[in-house]
T-cell receptor, first 115, second 114 residues
Framework: DTGVSQNPRHKITKRGQNVTFRCDPISEHNRLYWYRQTLGQGPEFLTYFQNEAQLEKSRLLSDRFSAERPKGSFSTLEIQRTEQGDSAMYLC?????????????FGPGTRLLVL | AQTVTQSQPEMSVQEAETVTLSCTYDTSESDYYLFWYKQPPSRQMILVIRQEAYKQQNATENRFSVNFQKAAKSFSLKISDSQLGDAAMYFCSIYGGATNKLIFGTGTLLAVQP
């Protein structure tokens, strides 16, 4: 068990460019979450998957954002036509849902800066 | 909707002393879970402690313990024998019911003075 990993750790891009982040969850975890964290704030939920199904999306997730988890393992989060307001830390978490109980384990995050 | 409030933006403690971080929450759910996460500077979020709302007994994990007051919707974190490595941002969060996500407070930045 190597923990949740995220790549890249840092990304600098110009406004209008597309970016894609990857998250590899803890193996055998069936749930995967994406959160966004801005400076001085707690993480805010974006979306989550149970296996390969995307079950919920936040209103924060505009149509420029898309997330996939094609085989129920790793996930990608793509932001199209980036804006300066997208600058934030993007956190991934995974969990094993058993009954009603789960504990989410976080990755190190991808810090995005949009110039 | 569930909310979490951390009213202490910053706290400071002397090494080896005890500190308590406050957290209040609001929820209409009967089945929920409460968590404290620790986020050191430029490092990833780490789970500190977890409390099931249906359990009356307060959770403990080594030097970390909680004071869970369900009626008051309060969930404070006590750190005993504080160590330099405890310096971090601490987030209180709630999960449960129809909400399949963690709701976080704004965090408390803890400094540990040698």
């Amino acid at each position: 068990d190597t923990g949740v990993s995220q790549n890249p750790r840092h990304k600098i891009t110009k406004r209008g460019q597309n970016v894609t982040f990857r998250c590899d969850p803890i193996s055998e975890h069936n749930r995967l979450y994406w959160y966004r964290q801005t400076l001085g704030q707690g993480p805010e939920f974006l979306t989550y998957f149970q296996n390969e199904a995307q079950l919920e999306k936040s209103r924060l997730l505009s149509d420029r954002f898309s997330a996939e988890r094609p085989k129920g393992s790793f996930s990608t989060l793509e932001i199209q036509r980036t804006e300066q307001g997208d600058s934030a830390m993007y956190l991934c978490a995974s969990s094993l849902m058993l009954g009603h109980q789960e504990t989410q384990y976080f990755g190190p995050g991808t810090r995005l800066l949009v110039l | 909707a569930q909310t979490v409030t951390q009213s202490q933006p910053e706290m400071s403690v002397q090494e080896a002393e005890t500190v308590t971080l406050s957290c209040t929450y609001d929820t209409s759910e009967s089945d929920y879970y409460l968590f404290w996460y620790k986020q050191p500077p430029s490092r990833q979020m780490i789970l500190v402690i977890r409390q099931e709302a249906y359990k009356q007994q307060n959770a403990t994990e080594n030097r970390f313990s909680v004071n869970f007051q369900k009626a008051a919707k309060s969930f404070s974190l006590k750190i005993s024998d504080s160590q330099l490595g405890d310096a971090a941002m601490y987030f209180c969060s709630i999960y449960g019911g129809a909400t399949n996500k963690l709701i976080f407070g704004t965090g408390t930045l803890l400094a540990v003075q040698p």
